[in-house]
């Protein structure tokens, strides 16, 4: 399997490439920078893998919940390399993504800004909670009265409570294999709250 997946959506910005058993693991951590450091970072693991872009089999990225502008350069850049090679896209829920492979009850807790969180919670991959946008005080709450799910965090989440940091390569390279192919033109973000300009149009 050949293919690129590209997490614009966090804090950061991570980027797999695989051919094969072959990969390559791309993370800047200054996700605001993600816009200039994306295509050329592609362009320098695909020649690490000896892959041209048009051998990939699809393009995935993650689709939200998270920054708003994280998530679309992320859609358009695979929106626009699955138009432009004639290639399928995977979209990923970043909360899912976190679960990885795991079975049972999970909680999956990804940061957003300042107290904010985005929670899901799933059960044997089934989604029980769709992502929605929470406080930390709720956030802390929740995790309190889910006592029997397994909590997976991001970084910055699993810093503020505590619970399992997923190895975020490791679950880019589950969700990519495991999603749904679609058409490269049906890649939608998934926003979890309203964004900052509607939300200020609101008070």
Request: proline share 3%.
């Given at each position: 399997?050949?293919?690129?997946?590209i997490?614009?959506a966090?804090?950061?910005?991570e980027?797999?490439?695989?051919?094969?058993?072959?990969?390559?693991?791309?993370?800047?951590?200054?996700?605001?920078?993600?816009?200039?450091?994306?295509?050329?970072?592609?362009?320098?693991?695909?020649?690490?893998?000896?892959?041209?872009?048009?051998e990939?089999?699809?393009?995935?990225?993650v689709?939200?919940?998270?920054?708003?502008?994280?998530?679309?350069?992320?859609?358009?850049?695979?929106?626009?390399?699955?138009?432009?090679?004639?290639?399928?896209?995977?979209?990923?829920?970043?909360?899912?993504?976190?679960?990885?492979?795991?079975?049972?009850?999970?909680?999956?807790?990804?940061?957003?800004?300042?107290?904010?969180?985005?929670?899901?919670?799933?059960?044997?991959?089934?989604?029980?909670?769709?992502?929605?946008?929470?406080?930390?005080?709720?956030?802390?709450?929740?995790?309190?009265?889910?006592?029997?799910?397994?909590?997976?965090?991001?970084?910055?989440?699993?810093?503020?409570?505590?619970?399992?940091?997923?190895?975020?390569?490791?679950?880019?390279?589950?969700?990519?294999?495991?999603a749904?192919?679609?058409?490269?033109?049906?890649?939608?973000?998934?926003?979890?709250?309203?964004?900052?300009?509607?939300?200020?149009?609101?008070?």
């Amino acid at each position: 399997m050949k293919y690129v997946m590209i997490n614009t959506a966090g804090k950061t910005t991570e980027i797999l490439a695989v051919n094969g058993d072959k990969y390559e693991w791309f993370c800047d951590p200054d996700g605001m920078q993600a816009s200039k450091v994306v295509l050329p970072a592609i362009d320098e693991m695909l020649g690490k893998l000896d892959m041209k872009p048009s051998e990939c089999d699809f393009f995935a990225c993650v689709i939200g919940p998270g920054s708003f502008t994280g998530i679309r350069i992320g859609a358009v850049t695979v929106k626009t390399l699955c138009y432009a090679l004639g290639k399928n896209a995977k979209a990923v829920v970043y909360n899912r993504m976190l679960a990885g492979n795991r079975v049972g009850k999970i909680l999956s807790v990804v940061y957003g800004w300042a107290d904010m969180y985005y929670v899901a919670e799933y059960e044997d991959g089934t989604e029980i909670l769709a992502p929605v946008a929470m406080k930390k005080s709720e956030v802390e709450a929740l995790i309190l009265k889910k006592g029997d799910c397994l909590l997976m965090t991001d970084e910055r989440s699993h810093a503020a409570f505590g619970g399992e940091r997923a190895d975020e390569c490791e679950c880019m390279r589950i969700a990519a294999e495991n999603a749904d192919y679609i058409d490269g033109d049906k890649l939608e973000p998934l926003y979890a709250m309203l964004s900052q300009a509607e939300r200020e149009l609101k008070k």
